[in-house]
């Protein structure tokens, strides 16, 4: 049977929700439908935010999906340095996610739906069932990042059950004391309650390759280190691209005419590969645009953001280039001693002039020579 809408939103991932959500409560005159191609939106998982990282104004977007919040805020370990910041903590879990998408769109929602063929005002699927649209939107993942100079941040996260409370009182962002393998390695941590604990393995790999098993063995040992002890009740993996260069031009021809958002537009900050709150922004200027001429109108929202980001693709590339995998931690541990409120609109990717000047000032973590040439010779 064929179906028709106004909007058609191709991915039930972070992005393709939120432009979803932001429609259905700016816009219910639109109709919409949000095609996911699994039996539920939001795969398997976690999207975590700083409380700067989304303006005020917006946080009524994100906050009705908002499972759990440390207001009392996050720490940070390095070999030498430790530190705790103020700024509030959040996590969208997409157990929460489906829920409150399920709830908001109702019928709108269409689920184990696979997209064979798209246009710009059609979505067929691989059942055969035809949607006509006004409008096609492609939120699906990355697109071509063989157009992209790429490092990789890679992770597998464990929720564990703990036999006796973990003593873990807010999120550990990174703890970088942890043995330096496949480039740099740290553990993050997210306190669920006083006994459950979410321990991710992640790494900035000049490799997406991800060996699920030998991760999974070092975070039961770093568990049991700390004496946690345990049942796993939930395990998640991915691989996020850290990039360093590339052509745009390339990644999101001018030739396709169909609209994208998320990864698939490259809104997201080059250096930690982090698309929450670029996906934000976008969902709600989106709302804001005409549905015809889209195209046009998102590939240029997506070419100016990729300018802003030139900045941050030199600091990855500095990452990747100059120095040596396993003294990676340094330039991280330096940062981690730099003004909170500095760290903040980094990881909103709004730093400031003032801000990059004094990222790039004083005593280099990485050997001078190897930035130069890092600089003018990129990592491949």
Known sequence: MDMECDLAIIGGG???????????ALRPDVRLLLVEQDGEPGGNHIWSFF????????????????????PQGHAVHFPGHS?????????????????????????????????SDMSSNHVRLADG???AAAAVIDARGAGDLGALGCGWQKFVGHSVRCAEPHGVDRPVIMDATVDQIDGYRFIYLLPWDDRTLFIEDTYYSDSPDLDVAAIGHRIAAYADDKGWRGDVLHREQGVLPVVHGGDFDRYWPESDAIPRAGVKAGLFQPMTGYSLPDAVRFALWLADQPLDGLASATRSYAKAHWRKGEYYRMLARMLFGAAAPDQRWRIFERFYRLDPALIQRFYAGRSTMADRLRILCGKPPVPIRSAMRTLWNPPA
């Open 83 to 115: 530190r705790r910041l103020n700024t509030p903590y959040n996590s969208v879990t997409a157990v929460h996610f489906a829920v409150s998408l399920k709830r908001r769109l109702g019928d709108g929602l269409l689920t184990n739906a696979c997209v």
């Open 14 to 24: 972070l992005s393709g929700g939120l432009i979803a959500l932001a429609f259905a």
């Open 51 to 70: 409380d700067g990282d989304v303006a005020e104004e917006h946080r009524w977007l994100i906050d009705p999906l908002v499972a759990h919040r440390w």
């Open 129 to 131: 069932r035809r949607i």
